[in-house]
DNA sequence: TCTCGTATTGCCCATGTGGCTAATAGTCAT
DNA sequence: ATGACTATTAGCCACATGGGCAATACGAGA
């Protein structure tokens, strides 16, 4: 029998992390080397045991799951990490596959198809729920917003208004119509109030 | 030795659940006696399993954890439902309480302090983490919307004008407006936009 | 009964919004 | 280096917005 996949996980909801640790210990083909609730003590898990494959959650207080993602892997670019959202939002899906995530699944999976992807991980390969892929393809057009916009975005949901933006952007009252402009044609909505609601859907914005 | 507490699990996300029932399972004051993963299975398996007390998911697809709380309680006043939640959206615990939970707890918690909890909730007592009292003490105001206007405030967030809004209730713009100008008021916000963006933290707007 | 909150309607007005069109400059990849 | 994209600026215009102020009607609860 092959020795077993050493895994991390990484979630801020203690219970869930119990419950997979659990449930994949009394697997003998993994083994759970450490438990991380946050950026930090993932990144220095992840030095201490060097996991065969980590198991990150998207939502974690303060550094996102996304940003962790990141920043393990700009230390560490061999790690294989499997995503685990609650969410289905469609950038963070975009986002953590950019960013070098091996896999993606939902926590709506089946325990059995989430051990087969922690073993499509381990082998190297990629794995993507298909409601998820279904979901990317309808929206791999030109429709990314530019940082700029990102930037906006995050302002009109706090109620600011063109001349507002422009003050707090150092810009005229011209370029942030413009840029709240680009962010309606690209979202396809109407208006400012329906391309927050639109943000997050997508998962541009977060809470 | 008492007879162990017998419990339902009721959570969409199937690898919540497997953990939970694991972790429950091997402390011997409990027994998980079934797990449903939406509305319809969560009623029938209450009914067919009569549990001491149901640990019930807030979201949850089609008919979300709030509606299934209801609609268990409309059919079983007896039942003790401790919500078990990763969103603190104050609506969500304000909405759960009222419905008559009998504890609200997120999925951040310790192990220990979820099998507190649902001792307490056997026991008739009511719990909620006390970071979440101290969040629902800011708010409970008079800051509650009425049926009214959570009405318009989801029609402001797909982007209707006033006069869209009075077409679609059937009123005049005036009104549509005034309602429009309470909602500002109530949610303390200064436009429409910032109104939606609050709507979802406050969790008086679903995905 | 009387009051409070909700839902409804109305008007005036300064300001903001979004569509349209158009131009310049920088960056980046082909 | 040529094109594509982004960020920037600009003006015109019909329409929507939100503040202020005021009134009526209805049901629930004290």
Redesign the pocket.
């Known amino acids: 029998m092959k020795t077993p996949v050493r895994l991390l996980l990484a979630d801020d909801h203690a219970v869930m992390r119990a419950g997979l640790a659990n449930m994949l210990n009394s697997n003998p083909a993994f083994r759970v080397v450490g438990e991380a609730d946050d950026c930090d003590s993932t990144l220095k898990l992840y030095a201490r045991e060097k996991p065969d494959v980590v198991l990150l959650d998207v939502v974690m207080p303060c550094v996102d799951g996304i940003e962790t993602l990141r920043r393990l892997l700009a230390r560490h670019p061999e790690a294989r990490v499997l995503m685990l959202s609650s969410s289905d939002a469609e950038e963070d899906i975009r986002q953590a596959l950019q960013a070098g995530a091996a896999g993606y699944v939902t926590k709506t999976a089946r325990p059995a198809e989430l051990i087969a992807a922690i073993n499509v991980c381990h082998e190297g390969g990629r794995v993507i729920s298909p409601i998820l892929e279904r979901k990317l393809a309808e929206q791999a057009d ?1 429709s ?1 917003l ?4 990102i930037e906006v975005l995050n302002l009109l949901r706090k109620g ?5 933006v ?1 003050r707090l ?14 962010i ?2 690209k979202l396809d909505v ?4 329906e ?1 927050v609601t639109r943000g997050f859907e997508r998962g541009l914005l977060k809470m």
């Open positions: 030109g990314a530019s940082p700029r916009e600011m208004t063109n001349p507002d422009a952007l150092g810009i005229t009252r011209h370029t942030a119509k413009a840029h709240v402009a680009a309606l044609l109407v208006d400012r109030t391309a």
